[in-house]
Protein backbone atom coordinates (compact mmCIF):
# COMPACT_ATOMS: atom_id res chain seq x y z
CA UNK A 1 0.00 0.00 0.00
CA UNK A 2 1.66 3.66 -1.11
CA UNK A 3 2.25 5.83 1.59
CA UNK A 4 1.24 9.75 2.01
CA UNK A 5 3.70 12.45 1.69
CA UNK A 6 2.87 13.19 5.71
CA UNK A 7 3.70 9.72 6.12
CA UNK A 8 6.45 9.23 4.07
CA UNK A 9 7.74 12.43 6.22
CA UNK A 10 6.70 11.35 9.45
CA UNK A 11 8.53 8.06 9.00
CA UNK A 12 12.02 9.71 8.06
CA UNK A 13 11.60 11.48 11.88
CA UNK A 14 14.88 11.47 13.56
CA UNK A 15 13.92 12.88 16.90
CA UNK A 16 11.04 12.02 19.13
CA UNK A 17 8.93 14.04 21.79
CA UNK A 18 10.88 12.67 24.83
CA UNK A 19 14.31 13.09 22.92
CA UNK A 20 13.67 16.52 22.07
CA UNK A 21 12.02 17.70 25.72
CA UNK A 22 15.54 16.43 26.91
CA UNK A 23 17.83 18.40 24.51
CA UNK A 24 15.41 21.69 24.91
CA UNK A 25 16.44 21.03 29.04
CA UNK A 26 12.71 20.38 30.02
CA UNK A 27 12.48 19.55 33.61
CA UNK A 28 9.78 16.35 32.41
CA UNK A 29 9.09 14.86 29.40
CA UNK A 30 5.77 14.69 28.01
CA UNK A 31 3.21 12.18 29.29
CA UNK A 32 2.51 9.19 27.04
CA UNK A 33 -0.71 11.01 25.91
CA UNK A 34 0.82 14.65 25.33
CA UNK A 35 3.43 12.72 23.07
CA UNK A 36 1.38 10.86 20.98
CA UNK A 37 -0.25 14.46 19.94
CA UNK A 38 2.84 16.31 19.67
CA UNK A 39 4.57 13.01 17.19
CA UNK A 40 0.51 12.65 15.31
CA UNK A 41 1.04 12.68 11.40
CA UNK A 42 0.62 16.29 9.83
CA UNK A 43 -3.67 16.86 8.86
CA UNK A 44 -6.40 17.98 10.91
CA UNK A 45 -6.89 16.36 14.57
CA UNK A 46 -9.00 17.16 17.53
CA UNK A 47 -7.52 17.24 21.07
CA UNK A 48 -10.05 17.51 23.99
CA UNK A 49 -8.35 18.29 27.32
CA UNK A 50 -9.33 20.03 30.42
CA UNK A 51 -7.71 23.32 32.29
CA UNK A 52 -4.27 22.90 33.44
CA UNK A 53 -3.84 19.43 31.22
CA UNK A 54 -0.93 21.10 29.23
CA UNK A 55 -2.68 22.00 26.27
CA UNK A 56 -0.44 25.25 25.28
CA UNK A 57 3.07 23.50 26.07
CA UNK A 58 1.29 20.52 24.13
CA UNK A 59 0.93 22.78 21.33
CA UNK A 60 4.18 24.64 21.79
CA UNK A 61 6.39 20.85 21.64
CA UNK A 62 4.26 19.70 18.45
CA UNK A 63 5.49 23.11 16.86
CA UNK A 64 9.14 22.34 17.96
CA UNK A 65 8.96 18.45 16.73
CA UNK A 66 7.64 19.50 13.10
CA UNK A 67 10.50 22.34 12.92
CA UNK A 68 13.05 19.71 14.49
CA UNK A 69 12.45 16.99 12.17
CA UNK A 70 11.86 19.13 8.76
CA UNK A 71 8.08 19.19 8.44
CA UNK A 72 7.24 22.50 8.35
CA UNK A 73 9.11 25.79 8.56
CA UNK A 74 8.95 28.28 12.02
CA UNK A 75 7.31 30.89 9.70
CA UNK A 76 4.42 27.97 8.27
CA UNK A 77 3.18 27.95 11.63
CA UNK A 78 0.07 29.58 12.73
CA UNK A 79 -1.11 28.98 16.28
CA UNK A 80 -4.64 30.11 17.47
CA UNK A 81 -6.17 30.40 20.47
CA UNK A 82 -9.76 32.88 21.85
CA UNK A 83 -7.18 34.90 24.43
CA UNK A 84 -4.72 37.19 23.70
CA UNK A 85 -3.07 36.17 27.21
CA UNK A 86 -3.37 32.37 25.96
CA UNK A 87 -1.85 33.90 22.35
CA UNK A 88 1.40 35.70 24.31
CA UNK A 89 2.00 32.28 26.07
CA UNK A 90 1.66 30.14 23.08
CA UNK A 91 4.29 32.69 21.15
CA UNK A 92 6.68 33.24 24.18
CA UNK A 93 6.58 29.31 24.32
CA UNK A 94 6.86 28.62 20.98
CA UNK A 95 10.04 31.16 20.20
CA UNK A 96 11.68 30.46 23.41
CA UNK A 97 11.59 25.96 22.90
CA UNK A 98 12.85 27.28 19.27
CA UNK A 99 15.57 29.04 20.08
CA UNK A 100 16.53 26.51 22.87
CA UNK A 101 16.20 23.83 19.41
CA UNK A 102 18.52 26.12 17.70
CA UNK A 103 21.42 26.19 20.55
CA UNK A 104 20.90 22.74 21.56
CA UNK A 105 23.62 20.70 19.23
CA UNK A 106 20.79 18.62 17.72
CA UNK A 107 20.27 20.32 14.23
CA UNK A 108 23.43 20.21 11.64
CA UNK A 109 24.50 23.46 10.91
CA UNK A 110 23.94 24.21 7.59
CA UNK A 111 20.73 22.00 7.06
CA UNK A 112 17.17 23.14 6.05
CA UNK A 113 16.35 22.61 9.55
CA UNK A 114 18.77 25.52 10.68
CA UNK A 115 18.96 27.68 8.13
CA UNK A 116 14.60 27.28 8.90
CA UNK A 117 15.67 28.15 12.53
CA UNK A 118 17.25 31.29 11.31
CA UNK A 119 14.46 33.40 11.88
CA UNK A 120 12.44 32.07 14.25
CA UNK A 121 8.69 33.70 12.65
CA UNK A 122 5.78 31.52 13.93
CA UNK A 123 2.56 33.45 13.78
CA UNK A 124 0.31 33.12 17.08
CA UNK A 125 -2.99 35.03 17.22
CA UNK A 126 -6.72 35.16 18.87
CA UNK A 127 -9.32 34.17 16.08
CA UNK A 128 -10.63 37.55 16.38
CA UNK A 129 -6.85 39.30 15.79
CA UNK A 130 -6.59 36.63 12.97
CA UNK A 131 -10.33 37.29 11.34
CA UNK A 132 -9.43 40.96 11.60
CA UNK A 133 -6.05 40.62 10.02
CA UNK A 134 -7.90 38.60 6.77
CA UNK A 135 -10.50 41.28 6.51
CA UNK A 136 -7.84 44.14 6.41
CA UNK A 137 -6.00 42.21 4.39
CA UNK A 138 -9.09 40.62 1.86
CA UNK A 139 -12.03 42.72 2.99
CA UNK A 140 -12.76 43.98 -0.41
CA UNK A 141 -13.06 40.49 -2.28
CA UNK A 142 -16.12 39.63 0.11
CA UNK A 143 -17.09 42.96 -0.21
CA UNK A 144 -16.40 44.84 3.24
CA UNK A 145 -14.80 47.42 3.92
CA UNK A 146 -11.06 46.74 4.73
CA UNK A 147 -11.40 49.28 7.70
CA UNK A 148 -14.09 47.13 9.22
CA UNK A 149 -13.35 45.79 12.73
CA UNK A 150 -14.33 43.58 15.11
CA UNK A 151 -16.34 44.74 18.23
CA UNK A 152 -15.55 44.48 21.87
CA UNK A 153 -17.98 42.84 24.80
CA UNK A 154 -18.39 45.99 25.76
CA UNK A 155 -19.49 48.00 22.84
CA UNK A 156 -22.00 44.94 22.31
CA UNK A 157 -23.39 45.55 25.20
CA UNK A 158 -23.67 49.57 24.45
CA UNK A 159 -25.62 48.82 21.25
CA UNK A 160 -28.10 46.00 23.00
CA UNK A 161 -28.37 48.25 25.72
CA UNK A 162 -29.74 51.28 23.31
CA UNK A 163 -31.49 49.12 21.08
CA UNK A 164 -33.77 47.70 23.81
CA UNK A 165 -33.65 51.31 25.70
CA UNK A 166 -35.06 52.58 21.64
CA UNK A 167 -37.55 50.12 21.60
CA UNK A 168 -41.11 51.88 21.34
CA UNK A 169 -43.09 49.32 22.53
CA UNK A 170 -43.24 47.87 26.36
CA UNK A 171 -41.31 45.19 28.23
CA UNK A 172 -42.40 42.61 29.16
CA UNK A 173 -43.87 42.44 33.33
CA UNK A 174 -41.28 42.11 35.22
CA UNK A 175 -38.21 42.51 32.46
CA UNK A 176 -35.86 45.25 33.26
CA UNK A 177 -33.68 46.60 30.52
CA UNK A 178 -31.02 44.89 31.93
CA UNK A 179 -32.30 41.87 31.78
CA UNK A 180 -33.32 42.32 28.30
CA UNK A 181 -30.50 43.10 26.95
CA UNK A 182 -28.97 40.34 28.23
CA UNK A 183 -31.41 38.20 26.64
CA UNK A 184 -30.85 40.37 23.53
CA UNK A 185 -27.09 39.82 23.73
CA UNK A 186 -27.68 35.61 24.29
CA UNK A 187 -30.22 35.43 20.87
CA UNK A 188 -27.32 37.34 18.76
CA UNK A 189 -24.94 34.94 20.09
CA UNK A 190 -27.30 32.31 19.12
CA UNK A 191 -27.35 33.14 16.11
CA UNK A 192 -23.91 34.15 15.59
CA UNK A 193 -23.03 30.40 16.34
CA UNK A 194 -25.59 28.30 14.28
CA UNK A 195 -25.35 30.50 11.68
CA UNK A 196 -28.78 31.32 11.40
CA UNK A 197 -30.63 34.80 10.39
CA UNK A 198 -33.01 36.99 12.05
CA UNK A 199 -35.64 35.55 9.91
Excluded at 42 to 55: M, S, T
Excluded at 93 to 110: H, N
Excluded at 153 to 167: K, L, M, P, Q, T
Amino acid sequence: MPTTKSEDLQQESRFDAVTLAGALGKKFPPTAEQAHVIESPLGPKLVVAGAGAGKTETMAARVVYLVANGLVRPDQVLGLTFTRKAAQQLEKRIRTQLMALRGSGLIVPGSDVAEALSSIAPAVSTYDSYAGDLVREYGLLLPVEPSARIITEAERFAIAHEVVSNYGGRLAAGQSLSTVTQTLLRLSESMDSELVDPA
